[in-house]
């Protein structure tokens, strides 16, 4: 059988609400040299048959039904059936041009990339159900680049893009065989792409840059108000972990020590700050007086406060609480905004924000 150039592969799980849309995506891609697994991860919807239903009209896609493992093992069920040369990860909530895996081959092959990273697009869902588009990787840069290992981990990691595998061409042969295999945590439910990505780009030698915006990538703001609370030493003890392996990273891509040093304190600040918004999930067990200690010891720190003037203007409010060193009115303060969901309301406001200055500044220059 002859080998695809590309296996996409997507994990699903309870995803029929969006699963023939992406699926739809692939079947009228203009590339024609692919495979497609889905992995359906015990789906408790319609998901599984809607696979089924696509593999029986289309012999590119094959299907795996497998007991629940989470994404991670979804992947490595994929992986390990693979047989292009090229592995592409999806994923089945989202959507993609039609052109996606054309630019995507078309430049590994014009740069022999081993990793091809291409921008993408939040299409953030509101309340009313309708959702507003932002370039997340905007470039003025129409044009492909080939980038070192180096200036590509930079580039991802300044632009908060490096945590995920989804929309991007890797090639096979880095994931390995046998003892030196490079698999996704299948203990791990959070963090598992950035820990494969950290593991799987010291091993290439170039990664090419694709500026066109080809996926898009749904962001269900609604969802987000029923994430559930995490074990915060748990959380700590994981997010220490990716920092530690980062800074390895950085040292063994060659990054400039200074920059490296910049790089880090901007995930050491982010990941603390992702573990504080953690603590006001609407499932929290943690006490008020419980969350006021925790933020005066992990927060409420010289280390940590000397870091904070690299957070941008939307954490103007958490900087100055926390220099004020005041953790009852902090916690007062974010209780509100965390419990009420006046936080998320916010947010699309923000982000409407956003998308207004990007138009206004397209029709300036029209």
Same mark, same amino acid.
């Given at each position: 059988?002859?080998?695809?150039?590309?296996?996409?592969? +997507?994990?699903?799980?309870?995803?029929?609400?969006?699963?023939?849309?992406?699926?739809?995506?692939?079947?009228?891609?203009?590339?024609?040299?692919? &495979?497609?697994?889905?992995?359906?991860?015990?789906?408790?919807?319609?998901?599984?048959?809607?696979?089924?239903?696509?593999?029986?009209?289309?012999?590119?896609?094959?299907?795996?039904?497998?007991?629940?493992?989470?994404?991670?093992?979804?992947?490595?069920?994929?992986?390990? @059936?693979?047989?292009?040369?090229?592995?592409?990860?999806?994923?089945?909530?989202?959507?993609?041009?039609?052109?996606?895996?054309?630019?995507?081959?078309?430049?590994?092959?014009?740069?022999?990339?081993?990793?091809?990273?291409?921008?993408?697009?939040?299409?953030?869902?509101?309340?009313?159900?309708?959702?507003?588009?932002?370039?997340?990787?905007?470039?003025? &840069?129409? @044009?492909?680049?080939?980038?070192?290992?180096?200036?590509?981990?930079?580039?991802?990691?300044?632009?908060?893009?490096?945590?995920?595998?989804?929309?991007?061409?890797?090639?096979?042969?880095?994931?390995?065989?046998?003892?030196?295999?490079?698999?996704?945590?299948?203990?791990?439910?959070?963090?598992?792409?950035?820990?494969?990505?950290?593991?799987?780009?010291?091993?290439?030698?170039?990664?090419?840059?694709?500026?066109?915006?080809?996926?898009?990538?749904?962001?269900? @703001?609604?969802?987000?108000?029923?994430?559930?609370?995490?074990?915060?030493?748990?959380? +700590?003890?994981?997010?220490?972990?990716?920092?530690?392996?980062?800074?390895?990273?950085?040292? @063994?891509?060659?990054?400039?020590?200074?920059?490296?040093?910049?790089?880090?304190?901007?995930?050491? +600040?982010?990941?603390?700050?992702?573990?504080?918004?953690?603590?006001?999930?609407?499932?929290?067990?943690?006490?008020?007086?419980?969350?006021?200690?925790?933020?005066?010891?992990?927060?409420?720190?010289?280390?940590?406060?000397?870091?904070?003037?690299?957070?941008?203007?939307?954490?103007?409010?958490?900087?100055?609480?926390?220099?004020?060193?005041?953790?009852?009115?902090?916690?007062?303060?974010?209780?509100?905004?965390?419990?009420?969901?006046?936080?998320?309301?916010?947010?699309?406001?923000?982000?409407?924000?956003?998308?207004?200055?990007?138009?206004?500044?397209?029709?300036?220059?029209?």
């Amino acid at each position: 059988m002859k080998q695809p150039a590309i296996s996409v592969i +997507l994990p699903i799980y309870n995803v029929a609400k969006y699963l023939r849309k992406s699926l739809g995506c692939l079947m009228t891609q203009t590339f024609r040299d692919f &495979d497609v697994i889905l992995v359906d991860d015990e789906s408790s919807d319609e998901s599984g048959n809607i696979c089924d239903e696509h593999a029986a009209r289309d012999l590119r896609f094959r299907v795996i039904h497998q007991k629940n493992k989470g994404p991670g093992g979804a992947r490595n069920a994929g992986i390990d @059936s693979a047989r292009g040369k090229y592995i592409l990860f999806l994923d089945p909530d989202d959507w993609y041009e039609t052109d996606m895996l054309e630019r995507l081959w078309d430049t590994a092959m014009a740069h022999r990339s081993d990793i091809v990273v291409g921008a993408f697009m939040i299409e953030d869902v509101l309340f009313d159900g309708k959702s507003i588009s932002l370039n997340r990787l905007d470039s003025q &840069d129409v @044009s492909p680049r080939l980038f070192s290992i180096g200036e590509a981990l930079r580039f991802l990691e300044e632009c908060s893009a490096f945590d995920v595998v989804w929309g991007r061409l890797y090639k096979r042969e880095l994931f390995g065989k046998g003892k030196q295999k490079i698999r996704f945590d299948e203990g791990l439910r959070k963090g598992e792409d950035c820990l494969f990505n950290l593991n799987v780009f010291p091993k290439a030698k170039t990664v090419s840059w694709l500026p066109k915006p080809l996926y898009h990538y749904v962001f269900d @703001s609604r969802m987000s108000l029923t994430r559930s609370y995490q074990p915060i030493d748990d959380l +700590l003890k994981h997010e220490d972990r990716l920092l530690a392996l980062r800074k390895k990273a950085y040292e @063994s891509a060659g990054i400039e020590r200074e920059v490296a040093e910049a790089l880090y304190r901007e995930k050491y +600040l982010h990941a603390r700050l992702t573990n504080f918004y953690n603590m006001y999930q609407k499932n929290t067990p943690l006490t008020h007086r419980e969350r006021r200690q925790k933020i005066e010891s992990l927060f409420m720190t010289d280390d940590y406060l000397l870091g904070l003037k690299q957070l941008n203007n939307r954490q103007k409010l958490w900087l100055k609480l926390l220099k004020n060193k005041n953790s009852r009115l902090l916690d007062t303060i974010y209780s509100t905004l965390f419990f009420s969901g006046l936080h998320q309301k916010a947010r699309f406001i923000w982000r409407c924000g956003l998308a207004a200055k990007k138009w206004l500044k397209r029709d300036a220059f029209k």
